[in-house]
């Protein structure tokens, strides 16, 4: 029997049970090759075999859809790499991943008419065996005629697929068409390999849209931009040789080639490519704009924050090719199956051909008949292609909705969440912090006196990124106020800013902040209380051991937070807020938007504490900024940023990033994640409960060779037209526009 390590559709080596994605081995290069002929898990195992061997070859990575092989290396010989795949009949080219030939995807297809002329051939081949319409010679020309057109290729590569000793659906055909030739059932040998044929061309165009989805996104930014020159005037150039704080110029209804920000102008842009959000969005200057946006009105003018190769679409796209590539747990797991059942049907086969003509008493020829039908039943593409294909069409619906997900993996797993905790600034409410109002806790404190502290407040307030602080900030400019210069500053995450003015410390926090520096006395603490009550933040600006004042900022809940956590509880998730903020002024903000439950005054390390007490009830997620949340959100199973655009951080940190700011794209996920979730079933149940009607239909002697054809390729078709009805999955959320 041949060796088999390699199941037909070979998985990738991945991590058992990991979530995050297997980085590659340390000190290696990385060599990208696009091969055409690779489209199917067929292929996949036969290149790993030919470079498992392969000296310096540390590890591969297969990308399926988009056709590309890289080949993680230790100063390999690259040209015996190339070497040893232009053996397995595949023809590798040096990838680049801004760059697919147009066209590519069609490369390898023959022509139509030559599949149609030999299909006309292997039907007048049965019509002339049924019929005895003429000598058995006719029939026999007429089969070989129709093979010679369009079996060929299939016949190279199952020899070599034989030839490395991989049992692949072309090595079982090549076996089962030859086999039917020399018991010369000439007819049914033609019509299978027709309908073989047929049935690939098929499937590859079905693959050919999950993978067109992908690559659509790549053509969103244009390849030219109108940049300043040094004479101020505007000239079109490659967006890829645009410095970063060029200024580039922009008409209504062109498309943005790179990041950057309005300089001039105050445009309406189109940001759906980025963020999902089918309304257009009114931009001013000072704003972010993102490549891929379409400029519906009106001139603008904008300065470029990065180069073409790191604006935000291209992170996004790189980020769902990586994604494409992660195999998600059913996939292992069908991967690890299709290990055992492919050689298992092999040798029930050959048991067929042997036995059943000894112990049941049929013919030789019948018996050997059912043992290749057997054989062309055995490949479970149908089983293993379905499961990349449904994955590839999620993560597509997703990033052409505004929801990156960074792997097969969280895509599968969403449909599993059932604890989901939220930080509240940013999250659930605006992220756009307002100072209410404040008061000096003296209340006989002089006019200049008042102006000191809030000058004092906006020193500190300016020497933080926290946005509390940055209210504070902003409401003493407001007011023409110079914030005073302070030294020795000290920023405590989840606790407020210290700093020195004049050799005395200063600082300006929480209550926990209070606590390190003085004592909470019963008529501060009833003014907090009262500002608390009102569900406000509280920042207090102290010098030494006194607080002196008390700031009172605010940040109203997002108007679509309470549907989105209605919609999550109606789905039998539980719901959390886990913030830094005051315990009383957390409970307001939860009750308002109907969390279920609410923890307050947490550090970040308490937050993680809290994830890790969660996480053993069940899946739970995180929902947070992708900075200051980073530790909940890489301890949480599945991560979630929120209003992910421009932010480094988010894509690089969580596992899903949201690209706009609306909560209800966790709804749009998980919903996804679920629909994931029954296709897969749906294509498992499918593909194996096929293969086992027409595996008893070929033993009891009722199935044809072209039948079993329809059992392995049929399968396949309906298993990817099943898969790829995830691409149109996402909804369009209520009061916006559908993409």
């Not at 079905?206 to 505007?234: C, K």
């Not at 299709?338 to 000894?358: C, E, G, R, W």
């Not at 599968?412 to 930080?423: T, V």
């Not at 209605?566 to 409970?587: C, F, H, K, W, Y």
Request: charged share 20%; with cysteine; net charge negative.
């Amino acid at each position: 029997m041949l060796e088999k390590t390699d199941d037909c559709c070979a998985p990738l080596s991945p991590r058992p049970g990991s979530a995050r994605p297997t980085p590659p081995p340390a000190g290696t290069r990385a060599l990208r090759l696009r091969i055409e002929a690779m489209d199917c898990p067929t292929e996949e195992a036969l290149l790993r075999r030919a470079l498992s061997d392969a000296p310096g070859v540390e590890a591969l990575e297969f990308d399926l859809i988009g056709r590309v092989l890289t080949v993680h290396h230790r100063d390999a010989d690259e040209e015996a790499i190339h070497r040893r795949i232009a053996a397995t009949g595949m023809t590798p080219q040096v990838d680049s991943p801004s760059h697919r030939p147009p066209g590519a995807d069609d490369n390898e297809q023959e022509s139509w008419w030559k599949l149609g002329m030999a299909a006309t051939l292997a039907l007048a081949a049965e019509a002339s065996h049924w019929l005895g319409l003429a000598e058995p010679w006719l029939a026999a020309a007429l089969a070989l005629a129709a093979i010679g057109m369009v079996g060929l290729p299939t016949w190279k590569k199952g020899f070599i697929a034989l030839r490395h000793r991989t049992l692949n659906i072309n090595a079982l055909m090549s076996v089962a068409v030859t086999g039917a030739l020399l018991i010369g059932q000439w007819a049914e040998a033609a019509m299978v390999i027709v309908l073989f044929t047929l049935a690939e061309r098929i499937e590859a165009h079905s693959l050919g849209r999950a993978r067109r989805a992908i690559r659509d996104l790549l053509s969103l930014a244009p390849e030219t931009a109108n940049v300043e020159q040094a004479d101020g005037g505007f000239i079109r150039q490659a967006a890829n040789a645009v410095a970063v704080g060029s200024r580039v110029r922009v008409q209504a209804g062109e498309r943005l080639a790179l990041d950057g920000e309005v300089e001039l102008g105050a445009p309406t842009l189109d940001e759906s490519p980025i963020t999902g959000e089918g309304l257009p969005v009114d931009k001013h200057p000072g704003d972010s704009v993102f490549a891929g946006s379409v400029n519906r009105n009106g001139e603008f003018t904008y300065r470029t924050t990065r180069a073409a190769g790191d604006t935000t679409l291209a992170r996004i796209i790189h980020a769902v090719e990586q994604a494409q590539g992660q195999r998600a747990p059913t996939q292992r797991f069908i991967d690890r199956f299709a290990a055992i059942y492919t050689p298992a049907v092999f040798a029930m086969a050959l048991l067929t051909a042997l036995l059943l003509p000894l112990l049941f008493g049929v013919t030789w020829l019948e018996g050997i008949y059912r043992a290749l039908v057997l054989l062309v039943i055995a490949c479970p593409c149908a089983l293993v292609i379905s499961t990349p294909v449904t994955i590839v069409s999620g993560l597509a619906a997703a990033a052409r909705s505004g929801i990156l997900i960074k792997g097969g993996t969280f895509l599968e797993q969403g449909h599993r969440l059932r604890i989901l905790a939220f930080d509240k600034t940013g999250t659930l409410t605006r992220g756009e912090p307002a100072q209410r109002h404040w008061q000096a806790l003296d209340a006989g404190l002089a006019p200049e006196g008042r102006e000191r502290l809030h000058a004092l407040a906006a020193g500190l307030a300016s020497r933080s990124g926290h946005p509390v602080s940055a209210a504070v900030a902003q409401a003493a400019t407001h007011a023409g106020i110079a914030p005073l210069q302070v030294e020795e500053v000290n920023e405590q995450p989840g606790l407020g800013v210290v700093a020195t003015l004049e050799g005395r410390p200063v600082w300006l926090g929480n209550r926990r902040l209070l606590a390190q520096f003085a004592r909470l006395t019963s008529d501060v603490e009833r003014r907090i209380a009262e500002y608390e009550a009102r569900g406000e933040t509280l920042v207090i600006l102290g010098e030494g051991d006194r607080p002196l004042a008390l700031f009172a900022v605010s940040d109203p809940l997002r108007g679509e937070s309470q549907a989105a956590i209605a919609e999550l509880q109606a789905r039998g998730i539980r719901t959390l807020m886990l913030s830094g903020d005051n315990p009383t002024s957390v409970a307001a903000i939860a009750a308002e938007a109907g969390i279920d439950d609410a923890y307050g005054a947490l550090l970040p390390e308490d937050k993680l504490a809290m994830i890790d007490a969660q996480a053993r009830q069940g899946v739970v997620g995180m929902v947070g900024d992708g900075i200051n949340d980073t530790p909940a959100l890489a301890r949480a199973d599945i991560g979630f940023a929120m209003g992910a655009a421009g932010s480094d951080a988010a894509i690089e940190t969580a596992d899903v990033a949201l690209m706009d700011d609306d909560p209800r794209r966790l709804v749009s996920f998980i919903d996804l994640s679920r629909a994931t979730r029954r296709v897969l079933i749906q294509n498992i149940a499918l593909a194996l409960g096929i293969k086992a009607i027409f595996m008893m239909l070929a033993f009891t002697g009722h199935a044809t060779l072209w039948m079993a054809v329809f059992a392995d390729m049929g399968a396949s078709l309906i298993v990817v037209a099943n898969g790829l009805r995830l691409l149109n999955a996402v909804r369009a959320l209520p009061g916006k526009g559908a993409r």
